[in-house]
């Protein structure tokens, strides 16, 4: 790859416009007449340089599948073997996507390793010929350039290879990736989109040009000393064996804490790069394909591209567009919720009023608004006149002036009915016909709150997940009498907001809670049963559980989970039941709410990293002993009566309408509740792990603690019939 | 036919132009002048009912230097009192009879920070005649000037005095907020105790100074740069760049040698000698310019230091009078100001496109085409914005997406534009170039014969502004 060159355009603003490209299509058709018959790749001569375009047709995207690969390297032989070429220029016509990674849906047609080792083996070699190319070639990418998108075009880092994080094209820059920068252009004569990657290209040709000419030197500039003296005290550092070791032990101890063990694919990496630089490039390249291969196909990479396939369908509203758009948005209470709510929306330019009943709760939610959106500045995400610009979106007040005005309205006042309806009844007075009725509850039916609307057709649950602006989810609640307009315009909103959405049939607990509910009972019991929350954390994180269960009730609240325990508790009866809700209150009467109290099962204090368990904590867990079962009390069973429940009622839900689809049900799961990724959510488990094995498992739990444990029908079913899947 | 009637009125003797003119004003509103008008489209004079016509009498500058160069040593006031002390020569205006005087600047020097005031003093005005300050970047000369305008219509003022000045070999360079914070807090410190836990805090990093931004304060995006993305959103070329920067030094050396500069008063600057012409005039060749490399975008950008305006000091002013307070003083003014626009865009991507939004607009206005102005005068940033605005001007796909507008603007013919050179060759003080450009206008106007000019320029922060000058009648 040393005679390649990458010029980067900054994709920040281009990246999410819409197509418009044809015109420029065309043009390059016009320049290649002969070449027609390609549909991924098409290329033309301007002087002695290859433009070569990449367009896969039908698609926002380009993938690295096997016709544009096949394609691809047609086009390359072409170019090493013309004598009027002297160097090439690798461009794609889309806007805001150079090449997207490899096509899953070439890797989930493979049914063997052998396959995907196969087509990862082509693309090395792909790789291999553009790196020793005699003839220079330039990579303008403008937009993602990920995965083996990023190999067409740049060496790749160690770093990037572990983690797969995204990078700022300015960064890219700085780290070496990219050795130019072209920032997009705005209007001209033509669409801006279409004439930046035109000046992209010709930028490009430049380069190569002057590449093949040798008057620009392939070498990237160290402009500084320092950095120079670095690579090289490095590469020497390197060429030690004992170092070598030393540094794959430190990489793989690193690796290990992060992942437990759970994501197989950064250890395989480690492998590979130790197996090339010990044993030659060649080695490495054949262990890379084959340990691709084998990664392919593990029931991780299922169940991770199941999920990213889901996030894309659940990133759609499939209920249209709403009758009137919401521009004007108001969010009544500036608590860590409406605040939130507040901020992810008027960070995407809409107009919010954020209300609340007195002056310092309302500057709370204020400053936190603020705060959220200064954080991005000094991270370099915003600049300070983007933050003022998104701040100015804000109104904050204590009345119902301009509610005649607003199209929604979400309400996340205090979890209790009667100020629900109250709030409710206050603010139907004010606004006008067609705005929306959100509530934001985590619990409370949305078909009771909606009992005093003169318009339950307008009244919709939107359920967020705190922090606002992390979580990405949002589950939407419908009732019965919600209109279908009112949904698609509570989705949209929710999209605007950059959502992950799931809709939900009402009922108590609605999705997320419901299925978080008997696991939380089931921590209880555990707890009571004398395993204490350090070790159930472990247990929880370990199996893939990005928060520990314990930590999780201190960041829940420990009376919200009182108070939803309570409800569900009275709704669904003996399945709930487990541990005793009396720990809870206890906790409470002593003031031990969690993290916003300071101490619940841990102590928070501020700028204190590593918490401590609380100690006070143990009188209480004493009193509330309860014998531990032997039977179902190892480790892995511990794990297994959490997983077990959650999963049980997940499919419940299914099997109740409360869901509508297992894909909403498994993102749900895992972008809201913290689900294992690696398993991909309750569904995907069932699949990958096998429902027979589950029901074995339940039936075990069941013959211990009775009717909780019980497997609902539709898992019963699945059991029942192998063939039987969530996902076909 | 239009033209030979235009050919034919333009021949009337003055005498009878000028009656013409006179009679048709007063009748205005009555049809049957309305269908007289009609036969002299082109050339109705723009005056409007209930309205006072305001004119310039004349105006001034300063010779326009490049930076660091003989007014290196002066201070911003010492420039725009040599402008009026000009001014006041060249028009022998009683200095009582100056109502108010308004100066534009953009980088203040902070001990001047009202430098109108400072100015005005120091060249002899009466010090009872009130001076305020403006600023609006590069156009900050031509708000100075409209104010004036404003003043005088709406009969708050009869003589007015507008100016700019930019003083670009000095600019004020702040310690640290950090160190600005420390000295205050070391101000307000009372014991020694005080003091020393005040100083206590000191780092060296608190001595690195603070520069006045040369980037947009919204976007962080240098004007050079922004102007550069421009060029390369209107696909201009390197060599198009150079051309046009050629073509001003050119013109402006031909002007320059003709004598038709003359605006310009010759200035002594203390402790040196007269300086009596512009010193930035060079006209270069094509290969030489070719030489240089990219000023902003390294290595592959089109902006170069040769294509480009200048660092330059200068100052200007102008004396603004209501018509018939000119006339009753014996004055023989040499403009109308007409109408003007001031518009406004994203300061990201059409930092420099003001010209493009502001021409249509003032045309429109003042119900006049492109056809009928005489005289192009624009402010020239860069080559590239200038190009770009050509384009941007000449474009349906940008009227039509950008401006609203049905179909586009039209191109002003390059043989009326800048023929006198522009802020590329004769220079660029930001906050006087407004005052040159009517200038130069008007005395185009009395020189190559015409009845309007239209001024236009861009400035940071999106901004843009046109005017329409009419010559008075001779």
């Not at chain 1, 954020?354 to 603020?370: H, I, N």
């Not at chain 1, 109740?656 to 799961?669: K, M, N, S, Y």
Request: with cysteine; aromatic share 8%.
């Amino acid at each position: 790859m040393v005679a390649s060159r990458a010029i980067g355009s900054l994709s920040r603003f281009t990246a999410s416009r819409t197509l418009r490209c044809s015109g420029y299509i065309c043009r390059s058709f016009t320049r290649a007449s002969a070449l027609l018959t390609r549909t991924h790749i098409n290329y033309g001569v301007k002087g002695d340089v290859a433009v070569i375009r990449i367009n896969s047709p039908n698609s926002k995207v380009n993938t690295l599948s096997q016709e544009l690969h096949s394609e691809f390297m047609e086009v390359m032989n072409e170019v090493w073997s013309s004598s009027q070429i002297r160097s090439a220029v690798l461009i794609s016509t889309k806007p805001g996507c150079f090449i997207a990674g490899a096509d899953l849906n070439m890797l989930n047609a493979c049914t063997t390793s052998q396959e995907v080792t196969q087509i990862s083996q082509e693309a090395q070699k792909m790789f291999e010929k553009l790196e020793k190319s005699t003839k220079p070639v330039v990579a303008a990418i403008n937009g993602s350039c990920l995965g083996g998108g990023l190999e067409v075009g740049i060496p790749a880092a160690f770093d990037m290879m572990l983690t797969g994080r995204s990078i700022r094209a300015d960064r890219a820059k700085k780290m070496g990736l990219v050795d130019q920068l072209v920032e997009p252009l705005g209007p001209g004569v033509k669409p801006p989109e279409e004439r930046t990657i035109e000046y992209l290209e010709e930028v490009a040709i430049t380069f190569a040009k002057g590449l093949a000419d040798k008057k620009i030197t392939p070498k990237r500039d160290k402009g500084l000393v320092e950095t120079f003296y670095l690579t090289e005290m490095t590469s020497y550092a390197l060429s030690i064996p004992f170092v070598r070791q030393q540094i794959y032990k430190k990489v793989e101890e690193k690796v290990q804490k992060q992942t437990k063990g759970l994501y197989p694919a950064p250890l395989k990496i480690i492998d590979v790069v130790k197996t090339g630089i010990e044993q030659g490039s060649n080695a490495g390249y054949l262990s890379e394909s084959q340990r691709f291969g084998e990664l392919a196909m593990t029931k991780e990479s299922k169940a991770l591209m199941g999920l990213y396939r889901g996030q894309t369908q659940c990133k759609k509203n499939k209920f249209g567009a709403p009758q009137k758009e919401v521009k004007q948005l108001a969010v009544l209470g500036a608590g860590l919720m409406g605040a939130g709510i507040a901020q992810v929306s008027v960070d995407k330019g809409l107009q919010t009023i954020l209300k609340d009943t007195t002056l310092p709760a309302l500057g709370r939610g204020q400053q936190q608004v603020f705060k959220g959106l200064n954080d991005k500045v000094k991270k370099k995400t915003l600049t300070s006149f983007e933050r003022d610009a998104m701040f100015s979106n804000l109104i904050g007040q204590l009345d119902y002036r301009g509610f005649e005005k607003a199209d929604m309205v979400i309400e996340a006042v205090f979890e209790d009915l009667s100020l629900k309806h109250r709030v409710l009844k206050e603010t139907e007075a004010v606004i006008p016909d067609h705005c929306v009725f959100a509530s934001n509850t985590s619990a409370l039916p949305i078909g009771e709150i909606a009992t005093v609307s003169k318009r339950p057709e307008k009244v919709i649950g939107m359920h967020y997940f705190s922090p606002v602006d992390k979580m990405q989810l949002l589950e939407i609640i419908t009732t019965e009498k919600t209109s279908k307009d009112t949904t698609a315009s509570a989705v949209d909103v929710g999209l605007r907001q950059g959502k992950v959405i799931i809709v939900v049939k009402d009922g108590p607990g609605f999705y997320t809670t419901r299925c978080l509910t008997p696991m939380m009972s089931e921590v209880i019991r555990i707890l009571q049963e004398g395993v204490g929350p350090k070790k159930l954390d472990s247990l929880t994180t370990s199996f893939g559980f990005p928060v520990g269960a314990a930590t999780l009730v201190d960041e829940v609240g420990v009376d919200v989970a009182k108070h939803v325990a309570e409800n569900l508790g009275k709704e669904f009866g003996e399945r709930f039941a487990g541990g005793s809700l009396e720990m809870l209150q206890q906790m409470i009467s002593k003031g031990f709410l969690g993290r916003k109290s300071g101490k619940g099962f841990y102590i928070y204090q501020e700028g204190v990293k590593n918490k401590n368990l609380n100690s006070d904590m143990d009188s209480i867990l004493a009193s509330l002993k309860m014998p531990s079962q032997p039977d179902v009390s190892s480790d892995e069973d511990i794990q297994y009566r959490l997983v077990t429940r959650f999963v049980n009622e997940a499919i419940l839900c299914l099997q109740e309408g409360v869901l509508a689809t297992p894909t909403e049900g498994d993102i749900g799961a895992v972008f809201g509740l913290g689900f294992p990724p690696c398993l991909g959510g309750p569904f995907h488990f069932v699949d990958l792990y096998g429902a027979q094995k589950i029901v074995d498992r339940l039936r075990k739990y069941e013959a211990v603690y009775g009717k909780q444990f019980t497997p609902c029908q539709l898992l019963v079913d699945h059991a029942n019939n192998p063939n039987k899947k969530f996902y076909q | 036919m239009t033209s030979l009637l235009t050919y034919t009125f333009k021949n009337l003797p003055n005498t009878s132009k000028w009656a013409l003119r006179f009679c048709m004003r007063p009748l205005s509103s009555s049809s049957q002048v309305q269908a007289a008008a009609g036969t002299t489209k082109s050339k109705k004079t723009l005056a409007k009912p209930n309205i006072r016509n305001i004119v310039v009498v004349d105006g001034v500058r300063t010779p326009f230097l490049l930076s660091g160069t003989s007014y290196k040593d002066l201070m911003p006031h010492d420039l725009a009192r040599a402008a009026l002390s000009g001014l006041l020569h060249r028009t022998s205006v009683p200095k009582d009879v100056v109502d108010y005087i308004i100066f534009g600047t953009v980088i203040q020097e902070v001990k001047t920070s009202n430098v109108a005031r400072e100015a005005a003093l120091g060249a002899g005005f009466s010090d009872k005649t009130p001076a305020h300050t403006v600023t609006m970047a590069c156009i900050s000369s031509n708000q100075a000037m409209t104010t004036a305008v404003g003043l005088i219509a709406s009969g708050q003022c009869d003589v007015v005095v507008a100016g700019g000045v930019e003083l670009m070999s000095d600019i004020p360079i702040r310690h640290s907020r950090k160190m600005r914070k420390m000295m205050l807090d070391l101000n307000k410190a009372k014991t020694l105790a005080q003091r020393l836990s005040v100083i206590s805090k000191f780092r060296l990093n608190f001595l690195s100074p603070e520069l006045p931004a040369v980037s947009e304060f919204s976007t962080s995006e240098t004007m050079g740069h922004s102007a550069d993305r421009l060029a390369a959103a209107f696909a201009i070329s390197r060599e198009e760049q150079d051309e046009y920067a050629l073509r001003s030094h050119s013109l402006a050396k031909r002007a320059q040698d003709e004598g038709l500069l003359s605006d310009v008063v010759p200035f002594k600057v203390p402790g040196r000698d007269t300086v009596t012409q512009d010193n930035g005039i060079r006209p270069s060749s094509l290969d030489q310019m070719a030489k240089l490399k990219p000023a902003f975008i390294k290595p592959y950008g089109t902006v170069t230091a040769a294509n480009s305006s200048f660092l330059t000091d200068g100052a200007s002013a102008v004396l603004i009078m209501a018509e018939e307070k000119a006339l009753a003083m014996g004055y023989k003014p040499k403009a109308y100001l007409r109408d003007f626009m001031y518009v406004s865009q994203d300061p990201k991507d059409q930092l420099l496109l003001g010209p493009t939004y502001a021409t249509p607009k003032v045309l429109e206005k003042a119900g006049l085409t492109m056809n009928d102005i005489d005289a192009f005068e624009f402010h020239e940033a860069f080559s590239g914005q200038i190009l770009a605005n050509l384009k941007a001007m000449d474009s349906d796909w940008f009227a039509q997406n950008y401006m609203g507008r049905k179909a586009k603007v039209g191109l002003p013919p390059l043989e009326k534009f800048n023929n006198w050179g522009g802020s590329l060759s004769l220079g660029h003080p930001f906050g006087a170039t407004g005052c040159r450009l009517v200038m130069a206008a008007a005395n185009r106007l009395r020189k190559e014969g015409g009845q309007y000019g239209l001024v236009a320029a861009c400035a940071a922060g999106g901004q843009g502004h046109a005017m329409i000058v009419e010559a008075y009648p001779k």
